[in-house]
């Protein structure tokens, strides 16, 4: 068990300035992200757009913005999960609390303090009949050991990098591979596209375009998908597994079953100090709600600030907490 | 004022009357006449939550760019009649139009 004391749910830009306030107050922070990788939103969806509205820098990228707040927090050596995602909170009988994740990473911690943007990014599913009920019995959402599918035959649908990358990968693997696409044409990489019309040509998978995956069909497991191609036939390719591939949306998730008070895919938070309505569960940035809310990054890094001076009274119960600057005190790492 | 209509997921539809020149695109609009939109990345054509379908008209309104057409091809459910709410400028191009709102709900 991870021990810690404010646990942080979002590794996004708000999640990470935390950090940094708690660290002025010598309280130590682990982070836990659903995504595999740091800085929530501004890393997954908008890396190269500049922001304009960061004080003090008149254009800053949004990975950039994400590099320098890991800069900045590196004094206070914080810690992170990364790639699960938080299911439950248990409230211990001294107040504190146990976070646990999908992967049954387990936090034990005085704070939970929720940064989770729009909450979860999780993969995008296609409107197909039957998809659901094949989850975990022939349909995956993404592919986290390709062996699994050694000497299987292997549908894929999308036209995104993913779909073309693991399409390439998965040819040398998979007793076949088929790649659906709705268009003719990829809007992914040029490179990656051209070595599946490759693959294709020299018969290595099977490529077809301009066509849609609208049922599954099988017995238990998977066995099939009906195909509907442009001219409205349909037909079935034999398929162990069908792998979707058309990227991520952000959903509320499990979030919305910690006894949280929920307005609008958001959490209702005091303005006092952004903490929730259960003691010791905050909620920051774009995931909160108040009256005059705005979603910027700036309100959130604000948010985080108030957070840890309220959070401290949980962390050092018999401390006084007296404010000061860092230009007066510095940064003293831990 | 500029008229369109908009059908939402239940199949319902609303004609909107929108003030010419008030400079806000479709998506925010949407957002402002209380429908669920999600508009995760805000109006930069990256997320796709704010997809709509042209179910009649549209001849009018501005081509779609290529960064719009990247996102789209991501959707599972976009059609050739798809557009990004959030890459539509509401003017006068839009008279007339059957917008049907097929983004994902909060």
Known sequence: MITTDICIIGAGPVGLFSVFEAGLLKMRCHLIDALP?????????????????????????????VDNLMLQIAPFNPSFTLGERVETIDKQEDGSMIVKTSDATEVHCQVVVIAGGLGCFEPRKPEIAGLEHFEGKGVAYMVKNPEKFRNKEIVIAGGGDSALDWTAYLADIAKTTTLIHRSDTFRGAPDSAEKVFALAEQGKINLILQSNVVSLNGNGHLKEVVVTGKDKNSYTVPSDYFIPLFGLSPKLGPIAEWGLNINKSAIEVNTLDYSTNVERIYAIGDINTYPGKLKLILTGFHEAAMMCQSAFKFVYPNQHLSFKYTTVNGVNAF | ???????????????????????????????????????????????????????????????????ELDILDTLPSATSCSRLACQLRVDETMLGTTFKIRGEEH
């Open chain 1, 37 to 65: 990788q740091i800085g929530g939103q501004l890393s997954e969806i908008y890396p190269q757009k500049p922001i304009y509205d960061i004080p003090g820098y008149p254009t800053i990228k949004a990975q950039e913005l």
């Open chain 2, 1 to 67: 004022m500029i008229q369109f209509t908009i059908e939402d997921r239940r199949g319902e539809r609303q004609t909107l009357e929108i003030p010419e020149g008030i400079g806000l695109n479709l998506m925010e609009v949407l957002k402002a006449s209380e429908y669920n939109i999600l508009a995760t990345c805000g109006g930069m054509a990256l997320c796709a939550t704010c997809h709509v379908e042209i179910l009649d008209g549209g001849d009018s309104l501005t081509p779609v760019s290529d960064a």
